[in-house]
C-alpha cells in the first residue's frame, strides 16, 4: 500500500476511534511534553477575538508564527488546530493560532482586521512568553492565508492596529487564495459582498518591494483553489518585485492534505513541517522600520 494511503488509513481509523471531529482527531498524542500551552488569551472584546499559545520548553527566544486557519470565512476554531501548534513548537517555534470573526457575524474587511489585531498583539507580547519579536512570522491555510496575505502585504490593516508588515520577518501561504475575482463559490459571494467586492480585496494587488519574505505551498491539483492563478501568479509578483520568495508545488491532488500534513498522522504525505520550519529558522531578521 502507498505511503500516502497508508497515513490516510491511520487518520480514519483515529477519528472512528476518537469520536471526535476529524480535525481533532488530528492531534494524536496532544502537546508534547516540551510544549507550555496556554488558551483562551483575547486579543481584542469579541468572544472569537481570542488565541492560544504553544511555547517550546528549552529554546531561548524562539521565532514566533502566528497561524490563522481555513474554512472559507464561514468556520473553524483555533482547538481544532492544536495539531498545527504543537507541531510548530516540536521544532523550536512559539505557535500562536488565532480565532477571527467569521461570516455571518462579520464580513470582509472584519476578518482580515481581526487577524491584523492578533498579529500586532503577538507583536507586542510575545516576549513575554519568551517568544523573539524581532523574528515574528504570519502563517495560514487557505482562507487563512488569505488573511496571512493581507496582514502583510497591505499596510493599512496593521497600520490600523498599531503595527507594520516591516515589523515581520516574514510570512507562509498554504494553498491560499490571492486573486479571485469574479467570485464562483456561492458561499463566499456574500462574503466578500459580490458583485461589489473591492479590488483591493485580492492580495496579489498589493504585492510591492518593501514587502516581507515568503513561503508559498500548494498542490499542483488543488481542486478549490487553482494553484497556478494564485500561489503562482502571487510568487510571479513577488518576484518582480524583488521580494525573496520560495514557491513549493507538491504534486498530486488534494486542498486539505497540506495543512493534515503538520500531524503527526500525516506528516508522511508531505514535508510541510519541514518546509514550515526551515523557512522560519532560515529567515534573517529583517532591517525594520518605525511603528506608524
Known sequence: MPGLMRTVLAFVVAVAASGCS????????????????????????????????????????????????????????????????????????????????????????????????????????????????????????????????????????????????????????????????????KEVKPVFHFPDTPRGSQPIHHVGPGAPPALLLTRAEDGVVDPVRNTGELAAALHRAGVPVRERIFPGKGHFILVGAFSRLLRSADPVLDEVSGFVHGTPVRRQAARP
Open 22 to 185: 476529524p480535525l481533532r482527531a488530528l492531534d494524536v498524542g496532544g502537546a508534547d511534553d516540551a510544549t507550555r500551552v496556554t488558551t483562551g488569551i483575547s486579543y481584542g472584546e469579541n468572544a472569537r477575538q481570542k488565541l492560544d499559545i504553544y511555547v517550546p520548553a528549552g529554546v531561548d527566544k524562539p521565532p514566533v508564527v502566528v497561524f490563522f486557519y481555513g474554512g472559507s470565512w464561514t468556520s473553524g476554531s483555533r482547538a481544532d488546530y492544536a495539531f498545527v501548534g504543537n507541531a510548530l513548537s516540536s521544532r523550536g517555534i512559539l505557535a500562536v493560532v488565532a480565532d477571527y470573526r467569521l461570516y455571518p457575524q462579520v464580513s470582509y474587511p472584519d476578518f482580515v482586521s481581526d487577524s491584523a489585531r492578533a498579529v500586532a498583539w503577538t507583536l507586542a507580547h510575545a516576549g513575554e512568553y519568551g517568544g523573539d519579536t524581532q523574528r515574528v512570522f504570519v502563517a495560514g491555510h487557505s482562507a487563512g492565508a488569505y488573511n496571512a496575505a493581507m496582514v502583510s502585504l497591505d499596510a493599512r490593516w496593521l497600520a490600523a492596529a498599531g503595527a507594520s508588515p516591516a515589523q515581520l520577518a516574514g510570512w507562509i501561504g498554504i494553498s491560499g487564495p490571492y486573486d479571485f475575482l469574479p467570485i464562483q463559490d
